[in-house]
């Protein structure tokens, strides 16, 4: 037990310290870091019109449908894509990038 006026450590009273939950904070800053780099580096879809709209994405040779909703943001494609707007409009994405839908039309930002 530290006394009166010296500074508290709880490796002092603890033998050894809380090794655990310092463990255990690393490892959830780390898994945060880990999530946050991976929606960062993920195109995103904004819908500015008042209907959904849909874009065709293809990704590793699989082709999908991406309805994304009127007001709508949506993230997709994390390493790179082709995408199909809803003009026909087509564009190589390489994951960063942000599609603006407006007026049915889609633009890369």
Request: aromatic share 2%; hydrophobic share 35%.
């Amino acid at each position: 037990m530290p006394r009166i006026g010296e500074p508290f450590s709880p490796r002092a009273t603890e033998g050894g310290g809380d090794t655990d939950g310092r463990m255990t904070r690393i490892t959830l800053s780390i898994l945060a870091l880990m999530a946050t780099g991976a929606s960062a580096l993920a195109a995103s879809a904004i819908n500015n019109d008042g209907e959904a709209r849909t874009l065709i994405v293809t990704e590793g040779g699989n082709r999908a449908e991406l309805v994304v909703g009127a007001g709508e943001t949506v993230d997709f494609c994390p390493d790179g894509c082709f995408v199909t707007m809803p003009n026909g409009d087509r564009e190589a994405l390489t994951g960063s990038e942000t599609i603006e839908i407006s007026g049915g039309e889609g633009r890369v930002r």
